[in-house]
């Protein structure tokens, strides 16, 4: 994203996208904070602010015009252009996103994974080709963006071929912390530790007591 925000506020900008494309195919025209906030489940007071980050999107006693902002929004997340994704893992993880693939609801598509289960070579899940692991160096292309679900152990060494293939990021969803050069981003979903936090914050925290921090 070219413009500097607050990393909080880039992690709304596709829910926000979503209810706006939304609400354009129910032939909608404008919409007011108040009723973005109530489907989106963000305080209006956090939209305007993330809104203000581009300027003027709406007007006072109006809303916001759904057009508008699709469009908007369409160029800020790049939403004309796919960015071809790979994935490495084809575990139940691994299969259940091939089955669902991102192309249905958003801008990006797996268009091939890898496996090191030769019985996996050369099969198809959701239309995505598989290919063995050995065959990474040969098979990947241009290809910039890996989601990776493979077991902690051989995460790292994965990594390394990755970048030196050139891949730009890695959606890790194994436990490993990867270590990459500067010029790579690496985004760590560790869904145990993720579900450990949410019952914590769900026990230790009542939903009327807190307040939403803005991530800088």
Do not use: C, W
Not at 48 to 61: E, I, P, V
Not at 94 to 105: C, H, I, P, Q
Not at 125 to 142: F, R, T, W
Not at 149 to 166: E, F, H, K, Y
Request: glycine fraction near 6%.
């Amino acid at each position: 994203m070219r413009k500097k925000i607050p990393q909080a506020t880039a992690k709304r900008l596709p829910l926000y996208y979503r209810f706006i494309s939304n609400l354009h195919k129910q032939g909608k025209t404008r919409v007011s904070s108040k009723e973005l906030s109530e489907a989106v489940k963000v305080d209006s007071a956090t939209i305007r602010r993330d809104f203000s980050y581009f300027g003027a999107l709406g007007k006072k006693g109006y809303g916001y015009n759904v057009d508008y902002l699709l469009q908007f929004f369409k160029t800020t997340l790049e939403q004309d252009e796919i960015t071809e994704v790979a994935l490495i893992g084809v575990g139940n993880l691994g299969t259940a996103f091939l089955n669902y693939n991102f192309m249905r609801s958003n801008n990006t598509k797996i268009v091939m994974a890898f496996d090191r289960s030769r019985e996996k070579e050369g099969k198809k899940i959701g239309g995505v080709p598989i290919y063995h692991i050995d065959d990474l160096e040969a098979k990947l292309g241009d290809v910039e963006v890996v989601i990776l679900t493979v077991p902690a152990s051989a995460a790292q060494d994965i990594t390394d071929r990755l970048v030196a293939l050139g891949v730009k990021g890695i959606v890790n969803f194994t436990p490993a912390r990867l270590s990459v050069p500067k010029n790579v981003r690496v985004h760590h979903i560790d869904l145990s530790v993720e579900l450990q936090s949410f019952v914590y914050f769900m026990k230790n925290y009542p939903l009327d007591d807190e307040e939403e921090t803005e991530e800088q």
